[in-house]
T-cell receptor, first 117, second 113 residues
């Protein structure tokens, strides 16, 4: 079974703090993703990575950065946390369509509920 | 702008009946189509995917795909209270999976005992 883990389930930070969210997957997937999910807005893609040290902006990258130094690990960084970054953050990983019989399906970690006060 | 549309609900279905969830998508190049279930406060869980026109069955779940109409559906037979959740439809972008999935906002399903 694919396992995606995230470093914290709940996190409370103060405005202006630098925040690190860690994600680790154990299935040797090339692709990793960071989303945030807010009521009424659905899942929104922040950043994704298709290889080590590679990153691509998603739909809402402003205020965030990412790091992928190892294939299994993808970190999301909030450089200076703000209250509008209070949200549920979800990490996911996948094989690419056509790779090793993958169809692009993504597997999610348990999520980190971040509150910025 | 690639879009995936779902009725937000809530969709209320009596226990034991068939629940029918629908989804339309805008990107004609989409190759794979997924249904995720998300319980309140939890992360999405993949329950089915389909990539060919027609029906695909897995236990009580059936996914249906009509690429000409750009329409995907999920049928849940013999609905149980434990099926009460939000169901997210997702599609791959044309060009492969590396760009991720486009998700609908989900349909909230309530199974009434």
């Amino acid at each position: 079974d694919v396992k995606v883990t995230q470093s914290s389930r709940y996190l409370v930070k103060r405005t202006g703090e630098k925040v690190f969210l860690e994600c680790v997957q154990d299935m040797d997937h090339e692709n990793m993703f960071w989303y945030r999910q807010d009521p009424g807005l659905g899942l929104r893609l922040i950043y994704f990575s298709y290889d080590v040290k590679m990153k691509e902006k998603g739909d809402i990258p402003e205020g965030y950065s990412v790091s992928r130094e190892k294939k299994e690990r993808f970190s999301l960084i909030l450089e200076s946390a703000s209250t509008n970054q209070t949200s549920m953050y979800l990490c996911a990983s996948s094989l690419s369509f056509g790779e090793l019989a993958g169809f692009g399906e993504q597997y999610f970690g348990p999520g980190t509920r971040l509150t910025v006060t | 702008q690639k879009e995936v549309e779902q009725n937000s609900g809530p969709l209320s279905v009596p226990e034991g009946a068939i629940a029918s969830l629908n989804c339309t998508y805008s990107d004609r190049g989409s190759q794979s189509f997924f249904w995720y279930r998300q319980y309140s406060g939890k992360s999405p869980e993949l329950i089915m995917f389909i990539y060919s026109n027609g029906d695909k069955e897995d236990g009580r779940f059936t996914a249906q795909l009509n690429k000409a109409s750009q329409y995907v559906s999920l049928l849940i037979r013999d609905s149980q209270p434990s099926d009460s959740a939000t169901y997210l439809c997702a599609v791959t972008h044309s060009g492969g999976g590396a760009d991720g999935l486009t998700f609908g906002k989900g349909t909230h399903l309530i199974i009434q005992p």
